[in-house]
């Protein structure tokens, strides 16, 4: 019992899982800051649709990087929370100067590729790791960014 951490997980793996949180944290920091670009410079005949649909996006991202940081407080770990730690640590680069929407989209459409792919590495480590939490957390994640993938693709087509 003395390697288990004040939610009952093992210390090192809920390191790690909170290690891959900060990760995503990054990930999701530097997504939801293209989405804000892109809501506020977006032109062209798609401006009223994309506008609102990137303040959509943007708004549940906000939600979603709390959730992230939360849990991994919960993990007994600290989230990060500088720019400099999201721009050293996302695997997502930061977009500028974007005012096509087909830009935009293919752009958003890649970024949440890296999440998905993100959140189903640590979906893993935290099953493995009997993290319900954490997994419960994620899953719904993935299932939102899917979906949202699947939106998107079909939009360029």
Do not use: C
């Not at 891959?20 to 062209?44: K, M, V």
């Not at 640590?122 to 319900?132: F, M, V």
């Amino acid at each position: 019992m003395a390697n288990l951490n004040l939610i009952g997980l093992e210390t090192e793996k809920a390191r790690k899982i909170a290690e891959q949180l900060n990760f995503l944290l990054s990930d999701l920091q530097i997504y939801y800051q293209n989405l804000r670009g892109f809501h506020w410079n977006i032109q062209g005949p798609e401006f009223f649709d994309l506008h609102q649909k990137f303040e959509e996006l943007y708004t549940v991202t906000a939600e979603q990087i709390d959730e992230i940081a939360e849990r991994v407080l919960a993990l007994e770990e600290t989230p990060f929370h500088s720019f400099e730690d999201y721009i050293i640590n996302s695997g997502i680069k930061a977009k500028t100067g974007v005012h096509d929407a087909k830009v935009a989209v293919e752009t958003i459409s890649s970024n949440l590729k890296n999440l998905i792919i993100r959140e189903k590495e640590i979906l893993k480590l935290a099953s493995d790791a009997q993290d319900e939490g954490t997994a419960s957390l994620v899953s719904d994640m993935i299932k939102m960014h899917e979906k949202n993938s699947w939106m998107y693709r079909a939009w360029l087509k």
